[in-house]
């Protein structure tokens, strides 16, 4: 169990990663929804590969599809969603907002998701001490993006009021487009369950995506010329194109994992993993990202989230 514990850690350290790598891709190519494309249909490949490999099936028989419950395949949805959600909430309510509103999201469904037992997840009822702990990782969330105690004059710059039409209605989509990403690993986790295979499941919600995101793309009418500028910087930055492989893989250690530990307990050592990393990448500078040194308080923040997954996790 601990060991399993571990892997969602790592897997939110994956998504930090990723979150870098697309964010340099976005540099030469330009669209976020062009970048965003082309992670997810390098990630739909590399699950197909690995299909292959493993000799899965990747879709699903006629008689499955007719007789599953029709949410079962919003996981795909749900992700290009929430994914679209963030770009139009860091050009509206600027990058703190955008980043606090889905983290508190993700928590708070993936708590639902476990004390009812939403999307076929296994009911793990909340305890005082639980909710103790989920109380702690909130605070260490806030206080490890600057919410709490800012001292960076820019850092308070950013979370001054931003004024712009229909920001309570932003706000609020906020937080539900994080409700969503946690919904969506409860989705995939049943999803492979029913399938009795976790990388087919993945695969699904990957190829749902993919088209979703080429039919904005269509409709956007973005170019994909741009792409040639990455391919030739590929010579330098050969990592360019591991974002969508670590976001396949990703969806499938949730498939894996929801129905094993449960949603919540999959998104909150996710969470841990994904902002500790952050801060790795941003004090070094990794994937040529601009180099921020770790504040104490951003260091006070993830030792308080530390505390509080280990008491929800082994309480």
Same mark, same amino acid.
């Given at each position: 169990m601990v060991f399993l514990a571990l892997v969602p850690i790592i897997m939110g350290a994956g998504l930090a990663t990723q979150t870098a790598i697309n964010s340099k891709l976005r540099q030469f190519v330009g669209s976020p929804y062009l970048a965003s494309g082309i992670s997810f249909m390098i990630g739909l490949l590399f699950l197909f590969v690995l299909g292959r490999l493993l000799h899965q099936p990747l879709l699903p028989t006629t008689s499955f599809v007719t007789t599953q419950p029709w949410w079962i395949w919003l996981g795909g949805v749900f992700g290009v969603i929430e994914l679209t959600g963030n770009i139009v909430l860091f050009s509206t309510l600027g990058s703190i907002q955008a980043s606090v509103l889905p983290i508190l999201g993700q928590i708070i469904m993936g708590v639902v998701i476990d004390q009812f037992g939403l999307f076929g997840s296994p009911t793990q009822s909340m305890t005082w001490l639980k909710l103790l702990g989920v109380v702690i990782l909130v605070i260490g969330v806030l206080i490890t993006i600057g919410v709490i105690g800012p001292t960076d004059p820019l850092t308070k710059r950013a979370l001054s009021k931003v004024h712009v039409k229909y920001?309570? @209605?932003?706000?609020?989509?906020? @937080? !539900? !487009?994080? $409700?969503? $990403? !946690?919904?969506?690993?409860?989705?995939?986790?049943?999803?492979g369950v029913q399938l009795g295979s976790s990388i087919q499941a993945a695969t699904i919600s990957f190829a749902i995506g993919t088209i979703l995101l080429l039919l904005v793309l269509s409709f956007t009418r973005t170019s994909f010329s741009p792409i040639r500028d990455a391919v030739i910087a590929t010579k330098h930055y050969w990592w360019l194109w591991c974002g969508g492989a670590i976001g396949g893989a990703y969806i499938l250690c949730s498939a894996w994992l929801a129905p094993l530990l449960g949603t919540g307990q999959v998104v909150i050592l996710a969470l841990f993993g994904q902002l500790l990393f952050s801060a790795i990448v941003e004090h070094f500078g990794m994937f040529d990202s601009l180099a921020v040194a770790i504040e104490r308080e951003k260091i006070i923040g993830l030792i308080v989230m530390f505390v509080s997954v280990v008491e929800i996790h082994f309480v």
């Open positions: 920001q309570l @209605v932003y706000q609020i989509f906020g @937080v !539900a !487009a994080g $409700m969503l $990403m !946690a919904s969506q690993t409860a989705i995939n986790g049943h999803l």
